[in-house]
């Protein structure tokens, strides 16, 4: 079992930044695939970003292309997303995601999931 834990939500005005950090337990973190995805009230749930086991390959989704930067840094056992230039449609809850395998873009695929950080991004 792998304890997945975010933090760094947060309300901010539009145009702003935020940077999420996503904890994960075990001795092994950097064999895990790693991602977040997010969810907006009424809404599915939306693969944002995903990052490989050594932070080589990674995928953003078209609607944050360019504003939003998934990292790791495995030797702190932690995932970061860095947003900027937010706007009011990225207010959602965000979770952070782990693999027990290799890098996918299919969130599906994903094993543990973390409870959400809930950014909210105001006009």
């Known amino acids: 079992q792998v304890q997945v834990e975010e933090s760094g939500g947060g309300l901010v005005q539009a145009g702003g930044s935020l940077r999420l950090s996503c904890a994960a337990s075990?001795?092994?973190?950097?064999?895990?695939?790693m991602a977040w995805s997010r969810q907006a009230p009424g809404k599915e749930r939306e693969f944002v970003a995903g990052?490989?086991?050594?932070?080589?390959?990674?995928y953003h989704a078209d609607s944050v292309k360019g504003r939003f930067s998934i990292s790791r840094d495995n030797a702190k056992n932690t995932l970061y997303l860095q947003m900027n230039s937010l706007k009011p449609e990225d207010t959602a809850v965000y979770f952070c995601?782990?693999?027990?395998?290799?890098?996918?873009?299919?969130?599906?695929?994903?094993?543990?999931w973390g409870q959400g950080t809930q950014v909210t991004v105001s006009s």
């Open positions: 075990g001795r092994t973190f950097s064999t895990y695939a």
């Open positions: 995601a782990v693999r027990r395998g290799p890098y996918t873009v299919n969130g599906r695929n994903y094993d543990y």
């Open positions: 990052i490989s086991r050594t932070g080589e390959m990674s």
